[in-house]
């Protein structure tokens, strides 16, 4: 089991720009799959983006070109870069490892708004 602790979110423009932190409790994160979830209110939790060990990234469709998902094994902390924020990028982001622990983090609002 890795404790995962997400950070980062606050409330930002449309058009503005945040960097989410999910940092790791312990060294082995930079061999894990990570994933970026998020969850809008009212609304089932999206799969966003995700990091390998190797460095390869994917990401969702609603988010290609604008996010972008890195890791540096030295924090033991995987990043997630939000550019263009939309009204719809609004919602609870959380990391979680891939296949996913049972145990979610609290996760951090981001709340893109004018």
């Known amino acids: 089991q890795v404790q995962l602790v997400e950070s980062g979110g606050g409330l930002v423009q449309p058009g503005g720009s945040l960097r989410l932190s999910c940092a790791a409790s312990r060294s082995i994160f930079s061999m894990l799959i990570i994933d970026w979830y998020r969850q809008a209110p009212g609304k089932q939790r999206e799969w966003v983006a995700r990091i390998f060990g190797s460095g390869s990234t994917h990401y969702a469709d609603s988010v290609r070109g604008r996010f972008t998902i890195s890791r540096d094994g030295a924090k033991n902390t995987v990043y997630l870069q939000m550019n263009s924020l939309k009204p719809e990028d609004t919602a609870v982001y959380y990391c979680?490892?891939?296949?996913?622990?049972?145990?979610w983090g609290q996760g951090t609002q981001v709340t893109v708004s004018s």
């Open positions: 979680n490892t891939n296949p996913p622990q049972n145990a």
